[in-house]
């Protein structure tokens, strides 16, 4: 029963941060700040979406087979957002303009 | 009806934190007029200027539009003999679709029954479709290969300054973590291959899944690592023998059930890899298929060469 409330505001919190990141999306208007914004969904909205399927689960295969699926999107997402930036600000000269860059 | 203040608030800041609301829909309103100033301006002419030209130009033009006459006249002269909605000997009631489900396993041997109708039952149709991946690999190589007739010094000037820049921005986040994630990807990419009689898989899936690993390892390491053991004869001999085999295990399969010879391919047991006859060969040649046209159309459309 715990653990059932857990993981309920475990998954209700990762969807909060997708319905973020998704406003941020829509919010934003330029391409380094919308992929910061999306890149929420990615990393927390996975994580705390997939810890409490883990706790719904218990230990087994499934929650083993999520972990690696979370690896694998830790891997990948933040390094495709990264190749986004790069390539935005390669091609974009007047990149500064629209947001601040450091 | 007046929106509440709360609800006009949260629409401002969706849309930007600009308080001056009409700019939003300025910026929607211009590229309207633009667009429709522009398209006919641009396509009515090119297509004229196409059509006109030589005599040899017009009649191409015109074997096209009856190409396209006839086939369109033909297809349409399928659908008038279609069965009609609802009726009781439709496909869904018909005894092929009982037999597929009742007696597949047993004759064709693999456990995925979808695999069975698509590879075996309706095999031609199938291999159809990976001769329509040859050919499409086929035209986009005869139209967009760089050779001396279509590319100038300047062109190729081009294309390797932007290698070398790729050299010099050649991305140590992504070098590292596709060496750490390809061979992971080419693994599950051979599994699904392997697992296509067995689980929801297959040669098509299996096979994009192989051409976006060799796409993710250009992107990583530069074309020339990936030339390096992907070049054109390799290229050609994957692609040529996929289909071959295709065609002679499909021939072999038809003539042998047209004729009531005994099958002389084992089945198998039911459940184990190798089992289910042809089905495995067939899935791994697909899937080679598949993972080549994907990734030449993503170098010929990029480079103009693999």
Redesign the interface.
Same mark, same amino acid.
């Given at each position: 029963m715990i653990l059932e409330i857990l993981a309920a505001v475990l998954i209700g919190l990762g969807l909060i941060c997708c319905c973020i990141a998704m406003?941020g999306v829509? %919010?934003?208007?330029y391409v380094l700040t919308r992929i910061h914004a999306a890149a929420i969904i990615d990393t927390l909205g996975t994580l705390l979406i997939f810890a409490g399927m883990i706790l719904l689960r218990g230990l087994g295969w499934a929650s083993a087979k999520i972990l690696l699926i979370l690896a694998?999107q830790w @891997?990948?997402s933040p390094?495709s957002t990264? %190749?986004i930036s790069?390539v935005e600000i @390669?091609s974009n000269p007047d990149y500064d303009k629209h947001c601040e860059v450091e | 009806m007046k929106k509440p203040l709360w609800y006009e608030k949260l629409e401002r800041w969706v849309e930007g934190d600009s308080p001056a609301l009409p700019e939003p829909l300025a910026h929607v309103e211009n590229p309207e007029p633009v667009k429709e100033e522009e398209a006919p301006v641009q396509h009515g002419p090119s297509l004229l200027r196409s059509a006109g030209g030589t005599a040899m130009n017009r009649l191409t033009t015109a074997f096209g539009i009856l190409c396209c006459a006839i086939f369109a006249l033909l297809m349409l002269t399928t659908v008038a003999y279609l069965p009609r909605f609802g009726d009781a000997d439709n496909a869904p009631e018909n005894e092929t679709s009982r037999r597929y489900i009742e007696q597949g396993l047993e004759e064709v041997g693999a456990t995925n029954l979808v695999t069975n109708i698509i590879l075996v039952y309706r095999g031609f149709d199938t291999y159809g479709e990976s001769c329509v991946l040859f050919l499409g690999a086929t035209a986009v190589i005869m139209l967009l290969e760089a050779d001396r007739k279509n590319t100038s010094q300047k062109d190729r000037l081009a294309l390797r300054r932007s290698d070398a820049l790729d050299e010099e921005e050649r991305n140590q986040i992504l070098g590292h973590i596709t060496t750490v994630l390809m061979p992971v990807i080419f693994l599950y990419g051979l599994y699904i291959l392997c697992n296509g009689h067995l689980s929801p898989g297959g040669g098509f899936a299996g096979g994009s899944i192989l051409g976006g690993a060799l796409i993710l390892c250009e992107n990583a390491f530069g074309a020339r690592r990936v030339q390096s053991f992907f070049n054109h004869k390799v290229y050609h001999i994957i692609k040529v023998g996929a289909l071959i085999l295709y065609a002679v295990l499909i021939c072999y399969t038809i003539y042998v059930g047209a004729n009531g010879l005994p099958n002389l391919i084992p089945l198998g047991t039911p459940g184990s890899i190798l089992s289910a006859g042809i089905i495995l060969p067939i899935n791994v040649a697909v899937g080679l298929e598949v993972a080549c046209t994907m990734y030449a159309f993503y170098t010929y459309f990029g480079r103009g060469d693999l």
């Open positions: 406003f829509y %919010r934003m208007d694998f @891997l990948t390094v990264h %190749r790069k @390669l | -």
